[in-house]
C-alpha cells in the first residue's frame, strides 16, 4: 500500500496520529545494526551547533524531553536520570549530545551511550528528544548522524535502538539508516511493527502485514485522553501506569498520582 492510501485510511478514521502520540497502541520496539562504516552525517542548518554535555546540563536535557513528550514532569525526569545516567556523567562529557542555537539555547539532545545488561555490548542510540517549536525544521537527520558516528567512533561494532510504536516518526528514520528489527522482537512485537508499517509503507517492513487503520489505535487511550482534558483541560500532561491502576499527572507543575477512572475499572485494566 502506498503513502496516498495511508493517507486516505487516515482520513476515513478521524484521527491523525502526532509523532509522539500515546493513543497508538503501545510496543516496545528494539532495532538493530552491524556496523559497516562511519555514516554519512548530514549537516545542520545555518545557526545551529553540536555540543557535548557539561556539568549541570541535566537541567537542559530534562527540559528538551519534557518539551518533546518524553516525560510529563521535572520529578520524572529525576528519576530516568538516576535510573540511566548517575554516577557515569563524567562519560557524557563525550556521549550526551545536544544541538545548540546560536543564542546558546539547548534544543536537541541524542546520547551515544550502552546498556550494561546488554551481553553483545553493543553501542546503544539513548534518548533522541527536539523540542517541540524546533521540530520539522531539519535537526533530527543530523542529531542522529552525528551521534551514530559517535558510537563507531567509540569503537563499537553493533549498534542497538531501543524505541516504541508511539515515536512512529523516529522508527521511521531508524529504518532508512538500516535498522531492522532484532528477530525475538519482531516476533513478540509483530503488531507493532504492523503499526509502523500501516504509518510508514517502510518497504524494508514487507514481512509485516498492513492493518486497517482503525485498528492502530488504543481504545482505551483515546477515551482517558477525552476525560483527562475534560476534567483536568488540555495543558494536563500524564501517563497511565499500567498494571498498578493509577495515572500520573502533572498539572500547574505538580506531579501526583490518582486512581485510574472507572469507566477503565469497570472493563478491567490492561
Not at 536520570?81 to 544541538?99: D, H, N, P, S, V
Not at 521540530?135 to 542529531?143: N, W, Y
Not at 551521534?147 to 515515536?167: D, F, H, M, S
Not at 495515572?247 to 485510574?260: K, M, T, V, Y
Request: proline fraction near 6%.
Amino acid at each position: 500500500m502506498g503513502r496516498n492510501n495511508n493517507m486516505k485510511n487516515r482520513e476515513e478514521t478521524g484521527l491523525f496520529p502526532d509523532n509522539h502520540d500515546h493513543r497508538l497502541k503501545y510496543y516496545e520496539l528494539l532495532l538493530e545494526q552491524e556496523v559497516s562504516g562511519a555514516y554519512t552525517e548530514t549537516p545542520l542548518p545555518e545557526g545551529y551547533r553540536f555540543v557535548w554535555y557539561q556539568d549541570g546540563d541535566k537541567k537542559e536535557w530534562k527540559e528538551i524531553e519534557y518539551s518533546a513528550k518524553e516525560l510529563i514532569s521535572s520529578e520524572e525526569g529525576e528519576r530516568c536520570w538516576e535510573q540511566y545516567y548517575a554516577g557515569k556523567e563524567e562519560e557524557l562529557l563525550t556521549r550526551m549530545l545536544f544541538i545548540e542555537t546560536d543564542a546558546g539555547e539547548k534544543i536537541a539532545t541524542a546520547t551515544a551511550f550502552y546498556e550494561p545488561r546488554d551481553p553483545e555490548g553493543a553501542g546503544w542510540l539513548h534518548w533522541v528528544s527536539i523540542k517541540r517549536e524546533y521540530q520539522g525544521k531539519g535537526l533530527a537527520r543530523p542529531l542522529i548522524s552525528r551521534a551514530l558516528n559517535r558510537l563507531v567512533e567509540l569503537g563499537y561494532t553493533k549498534i542497538k535502538i531501543p524505541t516504541q510504536t508511539t515515536t512512529w516518526v523516529a522508527v521511521r528514520l531508524y529504518l532508512s539508516y538500516g535498522f531492522r528489527p532484532i528477530p525475538k522482537n519482531a516476533i513478540s512485537s509483530q503488531e507493532g511493527y504492523q503499526i509502523i508499517r500501516t504509518l510508514t509503507g517502510m518497504p524494508c517492513l514487507m514481512e509485516f502485514p498492513i492493518l486497517p487503520m482503525e485498528e492502530i489505535w488504543d481504545p482505551q487511550e483515546i477515551e482517558l485522553e477525552h476525560y483527562m482534558k475534560e476534567t483536568y483541560g488540555d495543558a494536563v500532561r500524564y501517563r497511565w501506569k499500567r498494571g498498578v491502576g493509577r495515572i500520573l499527572l502533572q498539572i500547574d507543575g505538580i506531579e501526583r498520582e490518582i486512581p485510574i477512572p472507572d469507566f477503565l475499572k469497570e472493563r478491567g485494566e490492561k
